[in-house]
């Protein structure tokens, strides 16, 4: 039997407060000029930084050795104590309540997927100044597959929705943005890899059973910015009754209980520490792609190139009068085709990165950014576990109610708690099969150009007839 927990309308309200202005975002303005700036880790993902307080943080910091902003986002507990003590601290309509927790057969807690999952794609993007040319700002243009229409949005519009998802959800992993650049008039490159990593954060967004479908998600990807409809859009979601703790007002979750106390905390202790290994191994993941993609870019490039350079002088040296032989023009013509070969593949190896590597250390990003997130999920958890705790403990706390009450109220929390992470779980194996083939696939591409390019060099050198070819193949061998 499922089960929906609310408290009488005239219970304590929150003290937070919003402004009720219909002001434009501040758009991710910078004066003009020639300077792009990017995180100096390889990554244009922010950090996120592990914090544990109970108040919601968005500061913006220096990153020591990098001019990259980060902005720090925490989820926190507010009214975490209000939801148990008294439920929904307005009544929850029919049209807000959202049957969302179900068993599977394992009787595990899974999130019910009302609808399929859909993909998203940035088509393009288009920078434009403002204040007659003095800040520029960026804007992408988006379309969500199941919608007809196409909205454009600037950094900061991103920005705006993953803090209203992060307010609202409390208990569902929302992985960081890529970070904001401080300054600079961004050259194609860097708007082509931050167009890529927007658009891959969206689809991650797009794919969860309850973010993709949320009121918010849909509202940004369908209004057009300067309509009537989006800044009433945006102000229902920046005023909504049901973010925090109270959006576990809203579910609906099975009757039965996760497990004991005591089963539950030792279960998310367990994944706690799964993650903190699983964070070690993409990040060391992550620094090893780092040093190919560098190694590519660099070393290689400048080394096959020379050597392509070395070999087209070594066949120019050859073809003179001097040293004049039957064939040698056909050598000379041979060694400059495989000089040519290797300078095109040092050349190959330098761009290789943006189609395989790059887009992986991507996805690797992406994953470190979600994996920094349960930590805080789990607490969630147990602070919950902890609050209830100190009812059954100091009575004085309960203000008059019963644990009876309160212990459903402390259920769908775990319920939330153990169905992301079962998400996790399942996400993570069919996001990496996808990553890592489609890596691979990139790979087997690139080394087969590679080698079609050494076969036509080696065909070069099959208009020379070989004398002495068996002793001369037998030793090389050797």
């Not at 003290?15 to 910078?30: A, K, P, T, V």
């Not at 980060?70 to 989820?75: E, F, G, P, Y």
């Not at 706390?397 to 459903?408: D, F, H, N, T, V």
Request: proline letters at 4%; a neutral charge.
């Amino acid at each position: 039997m499922s089960q929906n927990y609310n408290a009488p309308v005239n219970s304590v309200r929150s003290n937070r407060s919003y402004e009720e202005d219909d002001s434009e975002f501040s758009d991710e303005d910078q004066p003009t000029n020639n300077t792009t700036t990017i995180n100096t880790n390889g990554s244009f993902y922010a950090n996120k930084e592990k914090s544990r307080t109970n108040t919601s943080i968005s500061s913006a910091v220096s990153n020591p050795g990098s001019s990259a902003t980060i902005k720090l986002k925490s989820k926190n507990s507010y009214g975490l104590d209000v939801f148990l003590l008294h439920g929904s601290v307005k009544k929850v309509l029919d049209g807000d309540k959202f049957s969302s927790i179900i068993l599977n057969e394992q009787r595990q807690s899974i999130w019910k997927r009302v609808s399929p999952s859909y993909e998203i794609q940035i088509l393009g993007y288009q920078s434009d100044k403002k204040y007659h040319g003095v800040k520029k700002f960026t804007s992408y243009e988006i379309q969500a597959k199941i919608f007809p229409q196409r909205v454009k949005r600037r950094y900061n519009h991103f920005d705006w929705l993953h803090d209203r998802l992060v307010e609202k959800y409390p208990n569902i992993c929302i992985p960081p943005l890529p970070g904001k650049a401080v300054t600079g008039n961004f050259d194609d490159e860097f708007l082509s890899k931050r167009k890529s990593q927007l658009e891959l954060w969206l689809n991650k967004m797009a794919s969860h059973p309850v973010v993709g479908q949320s009121e918010v998600f849909v509202h940004f990807l369908q209004c057009d910015e300067g309509s009537s409809k989006w800044k009433a859009g945006k102000r229902k979601a920046e005023k909504d009754d049901y973010r925090g703790a109270q959006w576990f007002c809203t579910l609906t979750v099975p009757g039965e209980s996760v497990d004991t106390t005591n089963a539950i905390k030792e279960k998310v202790d367990k994944f706690s520490r799964a993650c903190s290994n699983l964070e070690n191994c993409v990040k060391n993941v992550s620094t090893s792609l780092e040093k190919i993609s560098a190694i590519n870019s660099s070393v290689l490039r400048k080394e096959y190139v020379h050597l392509g350079k070395k070999l087209d002088d070594f066949g120019l040296a050859l073809n003179n009068d001097s040293l004049e032989a039957p064939f040698n023009h056909e050598l000379t013509d041979a060694l400059i085709t495989t000089g040519n070969t290797y300078t095109q593949i040092g050349n190959m190896f330098g761009e290789q990165p943006k189609t395989d590597i790059n887009p992986l250390l991507d996805r690797f990003h992406l994953y470190k950014g979600i994996i920094q997130q349960m930590p805080e999920i789990v607490q969630l958890e147990k602070q919950s576990i902890q609050t209830y705790e100190e009812f059954q403990t100091k009575p004085e706390k309960l203000e008059g109610r019963s644990l009876m009450e309160i212990a459903p109220r402390r259920e769908i929390i775990s319920h939330v708690t153990f169905a992301e992470i079962n998400q996790f779980n399942r996400d993570k194996v069919d996001d990496f099969n996808e990553y890592m083939k489609s890596f691979l696939q990139q790979q087997i591409t690139f080394y087969t150009e590679i080698t079609e390019c050494l076969k036509r060099a080696h065909a070069s050198f099959d208009k020379i007839p070989i004398n002495k070819s068996s002793n001369f193949n037998s030793s090389f061998r050797r």
